[in-house]
């Protein structure tokens, strides 16, 4: 199956699969259950959803997602209960 044909880079975390394309936008599918796609509500999608622009690299936990924009900041989505996020908490 195909899902896209300009797709620059992907992740896999446990229940979240990460695509980034090479315009820089990152999509997601699978679970959001702790947040992972940056979704507000917990969720399953069986279809992409866009989770950012402007991406360069992207990584995926277990239950959180990483990704480094272009402006050069890294972003922090999904489940902390080991401090993944680097939250402090």
């Known amino acids: 199956i195909i899902i896209d044909h300009e797709v620059a880079a ?6 979240h699969t990460l695509y980034l394309k090479i315009d820089g936008s990152l999509w997601g599918v699978g679970a959001n259950t702790h947040g992972q796609l ?32 272009t402006d050069g900041t890294l972003w922090a ?13």
């Open 10 to 15: 992907a992740a896999v975390g446990a229940h």
């Open 38 to 69: 940056g979704l507000d509500a917990p969720s399953i999608h069986a279809e992409p959803v866009p989770v950012a622009t402007d991406v360069a690299v992207v990584a995926a936990g277990r239950a959180h997602t990483l990704y480094l924009r």
């Open 77 to 89: 989505l999904g489940g902390n209960a080991h401090g993944q996020l680097g939250l402090g908490d």
